[in-house]
């Protein structure tokens, strides 16, 4: 027995500070029980390796816990964490509300919940339960624009993940939802790498994860999509999509269809994008997503524009407009009215056009994780602005637009603004400017990938 101890410790990680805690209590049961170190090892361990898990020596097993919990006439959970087994329950209860909430997009209601379950989950010493409660604030706040906030709390639950009783699985959840924070900055490239590495971590844990596989690569599609990188896109979401028709999740199976959508919208296939986007609000709409089903009538908007359906395309737009308001979306809201704008200037209707995007911008201010849709608005609003001869005004927010698709790092965004450029210099006669800003579009979009 000694030597199989002594082993069995050599192979044991260093105790850790919730081992103290657990030998104390281990200490404090025995003494009230009138028991002694040798009796409660009984004939099951040494009187020595009881006395180094009361100073928190070494780490014992969830088999001993709960054999020493029966000997001392408590709940193992109790004896471990602190607290007991209907305690965790309550603690565990508060979180699930807290996480339907996120999921159902009452993201202010579930950041209270948590604000208000915090103290009872760090009384639990559970750290898996500090991990779920964090990763849900951060989502939550993500959804909220609260992207750099997020990113802490994902950093603190990155640290606890890398500790003992984790798995990969857990790690690489961690990993996607920093790569969906560091999307929303308009970080591309690192949210690629963070996808990627979780995307590694689940298929090496030989875990069932599809659902967060599916997740994964659908996210790592929007990337590559941002990238204008199309077929790795493409390669990406269809993989997506098989993996969420398998496990038969319907709320991943509107959001796949939807960036599939995208894709195929991207690549000018649009009656396939309208058939997908279709989809996506079956799916959403059985589910009562009414915030999703906002978000695909104004994709559908666009695609019933693009293909030859304006009037559809403006009752679509509308129609999402009033969802996303009544939902508290208004950035989303705000994207939409920008699509209205796109509408009114393709369609002559500069006036509206510029009405419509000065409106957008409002609705849009301050947020910077919808930068990619604050961009192509300021460039509607410019263009509006040319086709009214108010060039001055029309300069300065082309400008304006140039430097957000810089600081948004896409270049087919600042080849759109300098073409604008080009298309205002070419009207006040400017002919060599002109001439240079378009060739700065041209050589810009050769690097391209479609």
């Known amino acids: 027995m000694s030597s199989r101890m002594s082993a069995t410790r050599q192979l044991r990680p260093a105790a850790q500070p919730g081992t103290a805690r657990l030998g104390e209590r281990v200490r404090q049961l025995r003494v009230a029980a009138g028991l002694t170190q040798t009796d409660l090892a009984g004939d099951r361990f040494s009187k020595e390796y009881v006395s180094q898990i009361e100073r928190g020596k070494t780490r014992p097993t969830r088999e001993t816990v709960e054999w020493l919990a029966g000997k001392l006439g408590v709940d193992a959970a109790f004896l471990e964490k602190g607290v007991s087994a209907d305690e965790r329950s309550r603690v565990e209860a508060m979180?699930?509300?807290?996480?339907?909430?996120?999921?159902?997009?009452?993201?202010?209601?579930?950041?209270?919940?948590l604000e208000n379950s915090r103290t009872a989950v760090l009384a639990t010493g559970a750290v898996e339960l500090e991990a779920r409660a964090i990763q849900t604030e951060a989502w939550a706040r993500m959804e909220r624009g609260e992207i750099r906030p997020a990113l802490d709390l994902l950093e603190r639950c990155r640290t606890l993940t890398e500790g003992p009783g984790f798995s990969d699985v857990d790690r690489?959840?961690?990993?996607?939802?920093?790569?969906?924070?560091?999307?929303?900055?308009?970080?591309?490239?690192?949210?690629?790498?963070?996808?990627?590495?979780?995307?590694?971590?689940?298929?090496?844990?030989?875990?069932?994860?599809?659902?967060?596989?599916?997740?994964?690569?659908?996210?790592?599609?929007?990337?590559?999509?941002?990238?204008?990188?199309?077929?790795?896109?493409?390669?990406?979401?269809?993989?997506?999509?098989?993996?969420?028709?398998?496990?038969?999740?319907?709320?991943?199976?509107?959001?796949?269809?939807l960036q599939a959508s995208l894709v195929s919208?991207?690549?000018?296939?649009?009656?396939?994008?309208?058939?997908?986007?279709e989809r996506a609000k079956a799916y959403c709409e059985r589910l009562n997503d009414e915030r999703n089903v906002g978000r695909l009538l104004n994709n559908l908007g666009g695609l019933?524009?693009?293909?030859?359906n304006p009037e559809r395309a403006v009752e679509d737009l509308k129609s999402a407009y009033r969802v996303l308001l009544e939902k508290g979306s208004d950035a989303e809201a705000g994207n939409v009215v920008s699509s209205l704008a796109h509408v009114h200037l393709a369609t002559g209707q500069v006036q509206a056009a510029e009405e419509e995007a000065r409106h957008a911008l409002d609705l849009l201010a301050d947020r910077e994780d919808f930068l990619v849709d604050i961009a192509p608005t300021q460039l509607v609003l410019g263009r509006a602005l040319l086709e009214q001869g108010r060039l001055d005004e029309a300069q300065e927010m082309l400008r304006t637009a140039e430097a957000s698709a810089e600081q948004l790092e896409?270049?087919?965004?600042?080849?759109?603004?300098?073409?604008?450029?080009?298309?205002?210099?070419?009207?006040?006669?400017?002919?060599?400017?002109?001439?240079?800003?378009?060739?700065?579009?041209?050589?810009a979009l050769q690097d391209v990938r479609f």
């Open 410 to 443: 896409s270049i087919s965004h600042r080849a759109a603004a300098w073409m604008a450029q080009g298309d205002l210099a070419a009207r006040r006669g400017e002919d060599a400017t002109a001439a240079r800003l378009y060739r700065n579009a041209a050589e």
């Open 265 to 277: 919208e991207r690549m000018g296939h649009w009656v396939l994008a309208r058939s997908y986007a």
């Open 172 to 257: 690489a959840q961690v990993l996607f939802r920093m790569g969906s924070c560091r999307y929303h900055l308009s970080s591309i490239a690192s949210a690629v790498g963070l996808f990627s590495e979780a995307l590694k971590l689940c298929e090496s844990s030989q875990l069932p994860c599809d659902l967060l596989r599916s997740e994964i690569l659908n996210w790592r599609s929007r990337c590559y999509r941002r990238q204008r990188d199309l077929e790795a896109a493409r390669e990406d979401v269809e993989r997506a999509l098989e993996l969420a028709a398998a496990i038969d999740d319907e709320r991943t199976m509107a959001s796949v269809y």
């Open 304 to 308: 019933n524009f693009q293909l030859g």
């Open 95 to 113: 979180l699930a509300r807290a996480e339907a909430l996120a999921n159902s997009h009452q993201y202010d209601e579930a950041i209270e919940e």
